[in-house]
């Protein structure tokens, strides 16, 4: 089983980015799939996820209106469009499969930087 997030970087503030994971070694389109992110000296919060069945998706509260996750089932990915990034938005994002209480996988994660 392998998540392998990309598209992170640096970014000023104000700006977008869009991160894409790519799974493999899982049935993928049967797994709710999630966003969560790590900020230096804080724990893991959830940013946003998407359900394998209806595509409904679910926001933190700061991230609403910003951020958009999407899947493509064709491709095994799961995206994170981020716009209007805030510093406070600098972190570590993980993508997350989980299949009821039984399967649960992380990625390795990457670095978002927002800065001037």
């Known amino acids: 089983v392998q998540l392998v997030e990309s598209g992170g970087g640096l970014v000023q503030p104000g700006g977008s980015l869009r991160l894409s994971c790519a799974a493999s070694?899982?049935?993928?389109?049967?797994?709710?799939m999630s966003w969560y992110r790590q900020a230096p000296g804080k724990g893991r919060e959830l940013v946003a996820d998407i359900t394998s069945t209806s595509g409904s998706t679910n926001y933190a509260d700061s991230m609403k209106g910003r951020f958009t996750i999407s899947r493509d089932n064709t491709k095994n990915t799961v995206y994170l469009q981020m716009n209007s990034l805030k510093p406070e938005d600098t972190a570590v994002y993980y993508c997350?499969?989980?299949?009821?209480?039984?399967?649960?996988?992380w990625g390795q994660g990457t670095q978002v930087t927002v800065s001037s």
């Open positions: 070694g899982f049935l993928f389109s049967t797994y709710d």
């Open positions: 997350h499969a989980r299949k009821g209480s039984r399967y649960d996988y």
